[in-house]
């Protein structure tokens, strides 16, 4: 029996999407666009194969479908800019099988004009098809924070931009049947900018908090209580935290590769924020150091070398810079991280913590980096010998704050 909807692409977007759509009672099957990572716990996949969920290997299914969602990831290229190779495989792939009145649908973050300057001539070429005539066709940016339980896909709105007004409409009762409120764009470009605003808008107060973080450190100011205190203000203030840098899948834009045109905000909230795993290797030196010990030799345990607390998701995380700048300065490295198993920096596998307290205790540093719940941080704070707190998480007094 052919499904309701295909979702092209398995990855952060993509999954999250299906996991709300057979949840919805939606016939959903998914085609993967390349060696993507399961971003779901096993036990939520069995459930959603449980509920109907079908991977397909062949894209011969995706013709049979009322809705198609290509959610495929798009990386940072080598030029800096967005790779959307995948976008175009994706869209050849389907294209082939598209038949008339399919809705067809964008969420993976691309720059604005990418729905009909790119996606819109693959589809229409390789079909025969006309897209607001034959096939509908709109752009919804991906509203995913993946671990959140306040807000699912139900309770979180969802943005669409069609084409024509008539594909706004179908996208809208598609997604309609997912969230409890849909917001109509005024077409694509829109809907692909809101994207854009709301990646650049927690890259830029990500930014702001981290050179804060350096300023009120050179101070002697404690920053996490100017933020408690800020976060009473209530109008004009949206808190944010600073961190060792800034990891996910939704990468900052400037679109310079892209349009030749330059959002400054957003280039420079990408150079602060890549600066942060040298800040953080440099405070880390510093206190071995004020603690008669040298970076070289000295042994120095990472915990939690995930982008996001309470996930395996690696991606962007800051981690592995941080570690191979302290392997460079002559660090013995360990890691210890209850949803990573194994893990290499360098083509090298670095040591995992079993006992987390004893290695806390052999280790002459040791560095929280992602906060997961697991975390005993009183314990800790009192087991290790000198820890480095990079998300404020430890009591005050308890640790050394970034």
């Given at each position: 029996?052919p499904?309701d909807?295909?979702?092209?692409?398995?990855?952060?977007?993509?999954?999250?999407l299906?996991?709300?759509?057979?949840?919805?009672?939606?016939?959903?099957?998914g085609y993967?666009?390349?060696?993507?990572?399961a971003?779901?716990?096993?036990?939520?996949?069995?459930r959603?194969?449980?509920?109907?969920f079908?991977?397909?290997?062949?894209?011969?299914?995706?013709?049979?479908?009322?809705?198609?969602?290509i959610?495929?990831?798009?990386?940072?290229g080598?030029?800096?800019?967005?790779?959307?190779g995948?976008?175009?495989?994706?869209?050849?792939?389907?294209?082939?099988?598209?038949r008339p009145?399919?809705?067809v649908?964008?969420e993976s973050?691309?720059?604005?004009g990418?729905?009909?300057?790119?996606?819109?001539?693959?589809l229409?070429?390789?079909?025969?098809?006309r897209?607001?005539?034959?096939f509908?066709?709109?752009?919804s940016?991906?509203?995913?924070?993946?671990?959140?339980?306040d807000?699912t896909?139900?309770n979180?709105p969802?943005v669409i931009?069609?084409?024509?007004?008539?594909?706004?409409?179908?996208?809208?009762?598609?997604?309609g049947r997912?969230s409890?409120?849909?917001?109509r764009a005024?077409?694509?470009?829109e809907?692909?900018?809101v994207?854009?605003l709301?990646?650049n808008?927690?890259?830029?107060?990500t930014?702001l908090?981290?050179?804060?973080?350096?300023?009120?450190?050179?101070l002697?100011?404690?920053?996490?209580?100017?933020i408690?205190?800020?976060?009473t203000?209530?109008?004009g203030?949206?808190?944010?935290r600073?961190?060792?840098?800034?990891?996910g899948?939704?990468?900052?834009?400037?679109?310079?590769?892209?349009?030749?045109?330059t959002?400054?905000?957003a280039?420079?909230?990408?150079?602060?924020?890549?600066?942060?795993?040298?800040?953080?290797v440099?405070?880390?030196a510093?206190l071995?150091?004020?603690h008669g010990k040298s970076?070289?030799?000295?042994?120095?345990?990472?915990?939690?070398v995930?982008?996001?607390?309470?996930?395996?998701?690696?991606?962007g995380?800051p981690?592995?810079?941080?570690?191979?700048?302290l392997?460079?300065?002559?660090?013995?490295v360990?890691?210890?991280?209850?949803?990573v198993?194994?893990?290499?920096?360098l083509?090298?596998?670095?040591?995992?913590?079993d006992?987390?307290y004893?290695?806390?205790a052999?280790?002459?540093?040791?560095?929280?980096?992602?906060q997961?719940?697991t975390?005993?941080?009183?314990?800790?704070?009192v087991k290790?010998?000198?820890?480095?707190?990079?998300?404020?998480?430890t009591p005050?007094?308890?640790?050394h704050?970034?």
């Amino acid at each position: 029996m052919p499904a309701d909807l295909a979702v092209i692409g398995l990855g952060p977007y993509g999954l999250p999407l299906a996991q709300a759509a057979v949840a919805a009672g939606i016939s959903t099957i998914g085609y993967r666009t390349g060696p993507e990572t399961a971003f779901l716990s096993p036990a939520e996949l069995r459930r959603m194969v449980a509920q109907g969920f079908r991977a397909i290997t062949g894209p011969a299914e995706l013709g049979r479908v009322r809705t198609a969602v290509i959610c495929a990831p798009v990386p940072r290229g080598a030029e800096g800019g967005l790779d959307l190779g995948q976008v175009e495989a994706a869209a050849h792939t389907l294209a082939a099988r598209l038949r008339p009145h399919t809705t067809v649908i964008l969420e993976s973050p691309v720059p604005p004009g990418t729905t009909e300057e790119l996606l819109r001539p693959l589809l229409e070429s390789g079909s025969g098809l006309r897209a607001g005539r034959d096939f509908h066709l709109a752009y919804s940016p991906s509203r995913v924070d993946p671990g959140n339980r306040d807000f699912t896909p139900a309770n979180t709105p969802k943005v669409i931009g069609g084409l024509t007004p008539a594909c706004t409409e179908s996208a809208a009762t598609f997604y309609g049947r997912l969230s409890d409120k849909v917001v109509r764009a005024r077409g694509p470009r829109e809907a692909e900018t809101v994207q854009l605003l709301e990646t650049n808008f927690r890259h830029v107060n990500t930014a702001l908090v981290n050179e804060m973080a350096v300023l009120c450190h050179d101070l002697g100011v404690d920053l996490w209580d100017v933020i408690r205190c800020a976060e009473t203000k209530p109008f004009g203030f949206h808190s944010f935290r600073p961190g060792p840098g800034v990891g996910g899948h939704a990468v900052a834009q400037d679109l310079t590769a892209h349009t030749g045109r330059t959002l400054r905000m957003a280039e420079l909230a990408q150079q602060v924020n890549g600066r942060m795993p040298h800040y953080v290797v440099q405070r880390a030196a510093a206190l071995l150091n004020e603690h008669g010990k040298s970076a070289r030799g000295a042994r120095v345990l990472l915990l939690g070398v995930t982008y996001k607390a309470d996930l395996a998701d690696q991606q962007g995380s800051p981690a592995r810079e941080i570690a191979m700048r302290l392997m460079e300065l002559g660090a013995s490295v360990s890691y210890h991280d209850p949803h990573v198993p194994s893990w290499s920096v360098l083509d090298r596998p670095l040591p995992r913590a079993d006992s987390l307290y004893e290695a806390a205790a052999d280790a002459d540093l040791t560095i929280l980096l992602q906060q997961h719940r697991t975390y005993d941080l009183q314990g800790l704070s009192v087991k290790a010998q000198l820890l480095l707190d990079t998300r404020g998480a430890t009591p005050t007094g308890a640790a050394h704050r970034l």
